[in-house]
């Protein structure tokens, strides 16, 4: 390498990288914690068989879960810091250190701030939970009308390849392999229903004064939602012996609007970082005091 070329990446890596670099520890920092608590309340909804399409308590859950991982994601850059301050890393995992910097209000603070990001941002308190392969799965945003109870067709097919390439399986938010076109709601709870109705019913006269009313008395619409195959293949093993199955679902995936409240983490993190001034300083102070 020739002195010139050396010297430019020196002076590179001191005008710029030196002063930068606790700022992208800190946010790698962040929105680890961050990711890895929402990993952690999914898994805790799954020993609790709490899902995405659990009433209430489904939503509830994916607040306090939204909650606790903001609060981790403020701690691990409040760790950060302090690694940045002098990268002793025994000291960050020391107990006695993490007392100094432990504040109630940040933990509060932290949580409120980021259930309010998670939300503003356009994200869905309930897809925090496992999905429940009886009902719409947490990953869901798109489906098509459902030709009645057989296969979804070719034309209807290719519709749901594109959203299955898209926003993936509704329900564990992979986008490999093959799309299956998944009733929801499933053609077994359809077929029960119509078993369990009374036979008026089914008479002409009553539908008749039900849709001129606005009243649904039949079977529900149903719709087809993208699938991939091993979702379809446990969720075909546990209707057939009426068992409640639930499957993890990716943890970044697009619930709600948009995918924009994947950067919550990152931006609580900013909370707890490097002044603009302290930053400056550094910058001046790796350049030799020169502005």
């Keep these: 390498m020739s002195p010139d070329i050396e010297k430019t990446f020196r002076r590179l890596k001191r005008d710029l990288l030196t002063p930068i670099t606790p700022f992208l520890v800190q946010a790698g ?3 680890g914690a961050y990711t890895t608590g929402l990993a952690a309340v999914q898994g805790l909804g799954m020993a609790l068989r709490i899902s995405s399409a659990s009433p209430v308590i489904g939503p509830a ?4 879960g939204v909650g606790l991982a903001s609060a981790m994601a403020g701690q691990a850059a ?4 302090a690694w940045n301050k002098d990268h002793n890393t025994a000291a960050v995992f020391d107990p006695r250190a993490w007392k100094r910097r432990y504040r109630q209000e940040d933990i509060l603070i932290d949580a409120a701030l980021g259930i309010s990001l998670f939300k503003i941002m356009g994200g869905s308190f309930r897809t925090i939970m496992p999905s429940d392969l009886s009902k719409v799965g947490a990953a869901a945003r798109s489906s098509v009308p459902a030709a009645g109870v057989e296969y979804a067709p070719v034309g209807k097919k290719i519709e749901l390849l594109q959203h ?3 926003d993936g399986c509704h329900h564990c938010g992979t986008r490999k392999g093959r799309v299956i076109g998944d009733h929801m709601p499933p053609n077994y709870h359809v077929k029960l229903q ?3 109705s009374g036979w008026w019913v089914r008479q002409p006269l009553v539908k008749w004064t039900a849709n001129a ?3 649904p008395i039949g079977p529900p619409r149903q719709r087809y939602f993208p699938q991939c195959e091993a979702c379809s293949q446990l969720q075909s093993a546990a209707i057939r012996h009426g068992k409640r199955r639930l499957v993890f679902h990716e943890v970044l995936h697009r619930g709600g609007r948009s995918s924009a409240w994947h950067a919550s983490g990152v931006i609580l993190g900013l909370r707890h970082m490097t002044t603009g001034t302290q930053f400056m300083n550094k910058v001046r102070t790796s350049s030799g005091g020169k502005r």
Excluded: E, N, T, Y
């Excluded at 859950?61 to 306090?64: A, F, K, L, N, T």
């Design 29 to 31: 920092a962040s929105l």
């Design 61 to 64: 859950s994916g607040v306090i």
């Design 78 to 81: 409040l760790a950060a810091k």
């Design 164 to 166: 299955f390439r898209k």
């Design 194 to 196: 119509q078993a369990k």
């Design 213 to 215: 009313l606005g009243i």
